[in-house]
């Protein structure tokens, strides 16, 4: 038996719904379906339950983490430490998949190989049309450099600790899995003669300046060079030193509401944010938030004069690059932590809540 596992923030419930309804008209039903929400906000999730209840076969993990990066191998994780069957896929909650899908699976599955399948892209217009699954027109296809829909031999993937929780944002983790399994002794195959997925096309909200949801501007190209450098070490197992897989307590997500045991307002200078990272190391049970806003415009002419003048100034950085240094800071050396993060990039304020 197969477990599916699929991965869900704030997505349109349009392309949720079509990718169930696929699931739920499988020839073949003889799997288990589970659906992660890893961080989606408060009022979509009381939402997203309600819809489910039209989906008895799925199994909902709700991970209260609103506010903090994306961190699909820490979602897919939470499902594989759960997983008992032989089997595990990692799905995609934009998918639209072919009517016989388990079918093929069943028939493709081995002991010790990894599969990965092609994938068909559908543009915006036809994704919002209702169809049967042949019907659908194809944009382009997927090569075999995207390896993110995967069947595994459970045992085999947890033996490799699962997902890199290194990850955060977009890109890079499932290719990473791959190097890993590689590095292990164990095949990689992709499944290219027929098309059996079909991915529907959604805008990335994320990358827009009027979300607030914490996004580091080139985070994929840090998870890219990391996993080049699972190649050059020859890595097999990943979150050696650190728990995996673990499922943030609703309880205590809910103490990032308290009243924080230590609070401050910031300016984004330098020296400042410095000084105020290097204070985490002595931070322990405590709930430390800070506010960081921006300056005029007239400030940062002031100190640019007494730079000139050969005065003592501050340096002023720019509020992105702030941000930048932020979510490193968190994704190197905090991740395992609970936290809230957001960036209004209209008034130029990052806010930061970090439990210890």
């Known amino acids: ?75 897919i994780n939470i499902a594989l430490k759960q997983a008992v069957n032989p ?11 072919h009517q016989d899908f388990f079918n093929y699976l069943d028939k493709l599955k081995s002991e010790q190989k990894a599969i990965y399948f092609k994938v068909g892209f559908l543009n915006r217009e036809e994704s919002l049309n209702e169809k049967s699954f042949a019907d659908y027109k194809i944009n382009h296809l997927s090569s075999i450099e995207a390896t993110g829909i995967t069947l595994y031999p459970t045992s085999l993937l947890k033996s490799i600790n699962g997902y ?9 983790e499932d290719t990473d899995v791959h190097i890993r399994f590689k590095n292990a002794g164990y095949a990689v195959e992709f499944y290219e003669k027929k098309t059996l997925l079909l991915h529907q096309w959604h805008s990335k909200e994320y990358r827009s300046n009027k979300s607030k949801a914490p996004f580091h501007s080139t985070l994929e ?16 197992k990943a979150n050696v ?20 045991d230590f609070s401050t307002t910031l300016e984004p200078v330098d020296a400042q944010i410095k000084s105020f990272i290097a204070q985490f190391k002595d931070c322990s049970n405590k709930l430390i938030s800070v506010e960081i806003k921006d300056v005029s415009i007239g400030d940062k002419i002031k100190q640019t004069l007494k730079k000139i003048l050969g005065k003592k100034y501050m340096i002023y950085l720019n509020m992105n690059d702030v941000n930048d240094r932020l979510l490193e800071e968190i ?11 957001s960036f209004d990039r209209q008034k130029n304020i990052i806010t930061w809540k970090i439990l210890f």
């Not at 030193?241 to 924080?260: T, V």
Request: glycine residues 4%.
């Open 331 to 341: 994704v190197f050396n905090y991740r395992a932590q609970l936290y809230f993060y």
């Open 1 to 75: 038996m197969i477990t599916l596992v699929l991965i869900n923030r704030n997505r349109n419930f349009g392309i949720i719904k079509k990718c169930l309804n696929s699931l739920m008209l499988q020839s073949n039903t003889d799997f288990e379906l589970i659906l992660v929400d890893y961080g989606s906000e408060e009022k979509y999730v009381i939402d997203l339950e309600k819809l489910l209840i039209e989906y008895p076969k799925v199994k909902f993990i709700k991970c209260s983490v609103h506010g903090q990066l994306w961190n699909k191998s820490r979602a």
């Open 87 to 97: 089997y595990f896929l990692i799905g995609d909650i934009d998918m639209i998949y």
């Open 164 to 172: 890199d929780e290194f990850y955060h944002g977009w890109g890079a």
């Open 221 to 236: 190209k840090i998870n890219h060079c990391y996993s080049q450098l699972a190649v050059e070490m020859a890595k097999t």
């Open 241 to 260: 030193n650190l728990s995996w897989g673990k499922i943030s307590n609703e309880s205590d997500c809910l103490k990032l509401n308290d009243s924080p």
